[in-house]
């Protein structure tokens, strides 16, 4: 813990005007962000007596090294940069909105060739455009099915759609007439196109444009006596309003707005968000929020309004940037009205944003009154709910998790609690294609960003010769890329040649460079940074855990052990967990340590260990079907797939393939003589004379 004296900046530095400014701790790692409109004076109020600040903030402070700021031009650029800054480092100290389930949208991929109508989760992609979300995937396929009768957009998936091209046949919907077909050329790219964007403008709300359009072609067919064709356009007609109908109004002026609500306590909070569009409620969404730093009502709704809408900024300018977006833009997005449980701290500068974001006017306001403020009871309704059943569910959560840290911490008489765990397992097939895997755990939870696997090698490339030697390869490799990183960080230049020929023994140049690395380390220091200094991307190691964790028993820990001390790394908690009787081993103790089955720190370390292993069989697999379908044809230059194919089945095997002629091989169709010298070099062992 680092006394924040030792890092305060003098107040004649700290400018006065507006920004954003961060705190890092001892390895460099962005542990809060935040902005000001006077930096001096938000600066000064983190620094002053420790016993008035609130806890939260107390382990900030102390958890930093130093703090860095940046001066904007107005405070709605602070906004935007703070987004930005909380989006690329992803503070451990802000407050986190984690969905409470990944809910689905219905999807138009505007920008494929051929636009495709789906089901999708998960992150939003460029050039395509959203509805919803919905509470249910089958509300979107079972809308998407009424719908299709009249935007016969394509909703085949790539493998489908190419078969359906390379057979000239359609799917079953392009002959039930809920496909336009363009697999097969019944319509052109450009008129699926205009299909497509009917259907989003439909999505969007523009809904009694296409019913009078049908019911002007119902009355004409009519007209001219072709009944059939009007019975259609009827039952087409239905289908839209059986769409439109299956949401009810809600706001009986029309309006577009999206409803926000609150509802928690000193810990936790749930929020919610009604989208209405044309006065219909068009999707929801849900979050649960962590309270991280000690934030009031009113910050967590401006936060959360930099979280919906900064991702709609950034998708709508990468959009723009490839020309891959379609018509409506942020407007579908952004809607004119916001409506919140309580104004953020500054509404005008929030209010400015989002018009900027929108392109056009909108207001941020707490509904007091008609349908709007019950419509806002109605979300606060929801977010209760999602609250009682998220406590439900992770009882404790928060405090299960501290618990584990603390035991943990206790049981391996550490000095502080491991809030950042990395635990390494091996897995190989009888010593083949040999994988290790490193997982990391923060805060007592998962974070698979940070995850990493390795490619055993040993010394003579073909792999270690047991699960201890493979050990130690990977905890060097590991931790000589931390002390490259830290040294790059702290201004030294860094060969990483060693680590690079793992099994090798590293030069003096590499030791010496590991020497300077130890003691120069990261040196955090306070100031002014550029807004767009670029992040150091490669540095993904520079940060050291609090606690190494080994899937084995004392052979591994010993492996492990070795590997720092080799590298004179001492500051790290080293200890193994084995399988059979989940004993907790540390290094050179002849008896383990023996934690409660019904420890919630015993729990913490059984599921690092088994994602570990997870993740490594899953690496493992991925690397033995590889190398399985590999062949020594492979690389061959001019020779695909179907040559290969053609040249196994004329010889039958690959040991007549090698005992051919150039000659023989060239009369197989499709190959010819430059081809198939090419191949005899690739065998070697392939006969050279001629016939």
């Not at 405070?75 to 990944?102: G, H, M, Q």
């Not at 047991?466 to 002390?483: G, P, Q, S, W």
């Not at 670029?534 to 190494?548: I, K």
Request: charged share 30%; hydrophobic share 40%.
């Amino acid at each position: 813990m680092a006394d924040p004296a030792t890092y305060r900046p003098a107040p004649g530095e700290i400018p006065t005007s507006p920004g954003v400014y961060r705190f890092r701790d001892e390895h460099g790692r962005v542990v809060y962000v935040g902005k000001a409109k006077n930096l001096r004076a938000r600066l000064s109020s983190y620094f002053q007596d420790i016993a008035n600040l609130h806890h939260r903030t107390q382990t900030m402070v102390t958890t930093a090294a130093s703090v860095e700021w940046t001066v904007v031009g107005t405070e709605v650029e602070a906004l935007a940069l703070e987004y930005t800054w909380i989006k690329e480092f992803d503070p451990r100290f802000n407050v986190k909105y984690r969905d409470d389930k990944s809910y689905p949208f219905l999807a138009v991929t505007m920008g494929d060739e051929f636009p495709r109508a789906q089901v999708m989760r998960g992150a939003k992609r460029p050039g395509t455009r959203y509805f919803g979300p919905y509470g249910h995937a089958w509300a979107i396929r079972e809308t998407l099915d009424l719908l299709l009768r009249v935007f016969p957009v394509r909703t085949c998936s790539a493998g489908v759609f190419k078969r359906a091209r390379q057979t000239d046949r359609p799917c079953l919907l392009g002959y039930i007439d809920k496909c336009s077909a363009p697999c097969v050329g019944r319509i052109s790219p450009e008129d699926h196109r205009a299909l497509a964007e009917d259907f989003c403008d439909f999505m969007a709300g523009d809904t009694q444009r296409f019913v009078k359009r049908l019911e002007r072609k119902m009355q004409e067919a009519a007209a001219a006596m072709e009944y059939e064709l009007a019975a259609r356009l009827r039952d087409d007609i239905g289908a839209l309003q059986r769409a439109t109908e299956k949401n009810a109004v809600v706001l009986g002026d029309g309006t577009d707005a999206d409803v926000f609500a609150l509802a928690g306590d000193e810990l936790e909070a749930a929020v919610q968000v009604f989208h209405v569009r044309g006065g219909r409620i068009r999707g929801q969404r849900g979050w649960i929020v962590e309270k991280v730093e000690d934030v009031t009502d009113a910050e967590l709704v401006e936060h959360l309004l930099q979280q919906v809408y900064g991702a709609a900024e950034e998708a709508a300018a990468l959009d723009a940037t490839t020309g891959a977006g379609a018509r409506g833009g942020t407007r579908d997005v952004v809607p004119r009205e916001v409506l919140v449980p309580v104004l953020p701290p500054d509404p005008e500068q929030v209010t400015t944003w989002l018009t900027g974001v929108r392109g056009a006017r909108v207001d941020v306001r707490v509904p007091q009154r008609g349908d709007k403020k019950e419509l806002a009871a109605t979300v606060r309704a929801n977010a209760e709910h999602a609250l009682a059943l998220h406590r439900t569910r992770r009882a404790g959560d928060l405090t299960t998790r501290s618990q584990a840290l603390r035991e943990i911490q206790e049981a391996l008489d550490l000095d502080t609690a491991p809030l950042r765990i990395e635990c390494y397992d091996v897995s190989h097939n009888q010593g083949t294609f040999q994988v290790a895997s490193m997982v990391v755990f923060e805060d007592g939870l998962a974070r698979k960003s940070e995850y990493r696997h390795f490619t055993v090698r040993g010394p003579d490339g073909e792999g270690a010769r047991d699960d201890t030697a493979a050990m130690h390869e990977v905890i060097t490799r590991r931790f000589k890329r931390y002390l490259a990183d830290r040294s790059r960080l702290g201004g030294l230049e860094v060969d990483l040649e060693a680590d690079e020929a793992v099994g090798s023994a590293p030069d003096r140049a590499g030791e010496h460079a590991d020497a300077e690395a130890q003691r120069a380390g990261y040196v955090p220091r306070s100031g002014e940074v550029d807004q767009d200094a670029p992040a150091d991307r490669r540095a993904r190691f520079a940060y050291p855990p609090n606690l190494v964790v080994v899937d084995g028993g004392p052979p591994q820990v010993a492996a492990a052990a070795r590997a720092l001390a080799e590298l004179g790394i001492d500051d790290v908690a080293l200890c193994g967990l084995a399988k059979r009787l989940e004993e907790v081993w540390l290094p050179g103790e002849d008896y383990p340590v023996i934690l409660q089955r019904s420890s919630e720190g015993l729990y913490l370390l059984q599921r690092v260990r088994d994602e570990a292993h997870r993740f490594a069989i899953s690496q493992h697999r991925k690397k033995r079907s590889k190398g399985m379908t590999a062949s020594a044809l492979d690389g061959v230059p001019g020779l695909g797939p179907a040559r290969k194919t053609a040249l196994l089945k004329h010889f039958g095997s690959l040991k007549r393939l090698r005992a051919a002629s150039v000659e023989e091989i060239a009369t197989v169709p499709g190959m010819g003589a430059r081809t198939a010298e090419a191949v005899v070099a690739a065998l070697g062992e392939g006969s050279t004379a001629t016939s």
